[in-house]
C-alpha cells in the first residue's frame, strides 16, 4: 500500500512565523502535490511537483512555496504566517505511468495561525 | 468554469436504501475518474475508480462513466451509517510531463438509522 506520511497531525503556530509542513512518500511517486482544504470551498491546488526540483504553481500560490529536493519528499512554507492561512492542507502522491492510478492522500496537518 | 461540478448537498437517505451521487466534468480529454470518502475531519480516501464507459462494480458500490455525456456517479446499496460521509468526484487529464486531478466539492452524505 501506499503510504503518504505527513509530519504533524496538528500544528499551531504565530502571525509572522515561517512554517514548514512535511511529506515523504514511499511510493517513489514522480508527482507530488500539496493542497488546503476549507469548508465549503473544497480542495484548492497550492502547489505541484511533476518530479525532483520541479514546482508549479496551483491555483492558489500565494504566500506559500515549496521545496522539493528528493523524490520522495515535498515541503510547504508558509514564509509569513496569517491567520488566513488556517486550515486543513493536504499532501497527495501519484504516478503518471498508469491511466488508472489515483491520488494518494496523507492524514492531512489542521494548521491553526494565531 | 470549473472543471467537476457536484451537488453539494446534503443528500439524505434511510439505512438499507440506495444513495445515488452525481458529477459532470468539462474536460472532453479527462481520462480517469474517482471517488473519495472523506470523513470529517480525515483526509480523502479512494472508494472507486473507473475510466471505461459503462457499470464497475465492487461490493455496495458501483461507479458509472458515460464520457459523451461527461457524467460519472456513484451508487451505494444498502446504505448504512457508517457511510455518513462527504464524497468528492476526482477527474484525472494527462499531459506530457505528468497528470492533473480536478475535485469537485463533494457532496455531504446522511444515512439514517
Known amino acids: 500500500d501506499v503510504k503518504v506520511t505527513q509530519s504533524s497531525r496538528y500544528l499551531v503556530k504565530r502571525t509572522g512565523e515561517k512554517v514548514f509542513l512535511e511529506c515523504v512518500q514511499d511510493?517513489?511517486?514522480?508527482?507530488m502535490f500539496w493542497y488546503r482544504q476549507d469548508p465549503g470551498l473544497g480542495l484548492r491546488l497550492i502547489y505541484f511537483?511533476?518530479?525532483?526540483?520541479?514546482?508549479e504553481k496551483g491555483d492558489i500560490p500565494e504566500g506559500y512555496s515549496v521545496s522539493r529536493e528528493k523524490k520522495e519528499r515535498f515541503s510547504l512554507i508558509l514564509e509569513s504566517a496569517s491567520t488566513n492561512q488556517t486550515s486543513m492542507y493536504l499532501c497527495?502522491?501519484?504516478?503518471?505511468?498508469?491511466?488508472?492510478?489515483?491520488?494518494?492522500f496523507g492524514d492531512g496537518t489542521r494548521l491553526s495561525i494565531l | 468554469q470549473k472543471e467537476v461540478e457536484q451537488n453539494s448537498g446534503p443528500l439524505s437517505v434511510p439505512e438499507g436504501a440506495i444513495a445515488s451521487l452525481n458529477c459532470t466534468y468539462s474536460?472532453?480529454?479527462?481520462?480517469?475518474f474517482f471517488w473519495y470518502r472523506q470523513y470529517s475531519g480525515k483526509s480523502p480516501e479512494l472508494i472507486m475508480s473507473?475510466?471505461?464507459?459503462g457499470d464497475k462494480e465492487d461490493g455496495r458500490f458501483t461507479a458509472q462513466l458515460n464520457k459523451a455525456s461527461q457524467y460519472v456517479s456513484l451508487l451505494i446499496r444498502d446504505s448504512q451509517p457508517s457511510d455518513s460521509a462527504t464524497y468528492l468526484c476526482?477527474?484525472?487529464?494527462?499531459?506530457?510531463?505528468?497528470?492533473?486531478?480536478?475535485f469537485g466539492t463533494g457532496t455531504s452524505l446522511t444515512v439514517i438509522p
Open positions: 497527495a502522491s501519484s504516478t503518471p505511468d498508469r491511466v488508472n492510478q489515483p491520488q494518494h
Open positions: 511510493m517513489d511517486h514522480e508527482n
Open positions: 511537483s511533476y518530479d525532483v526540483k520541479m514546482k
Open positions: 474536460d472532453r480529454v479527462s481520462q480517469s
Open positions: 473507473i475510466y471505461s464507459n
Open positions: 476526482a477527474v484525472k487529464t494527462f499531459s506530457n510531463t505528468g497528470n492533473q486531478f480536478y
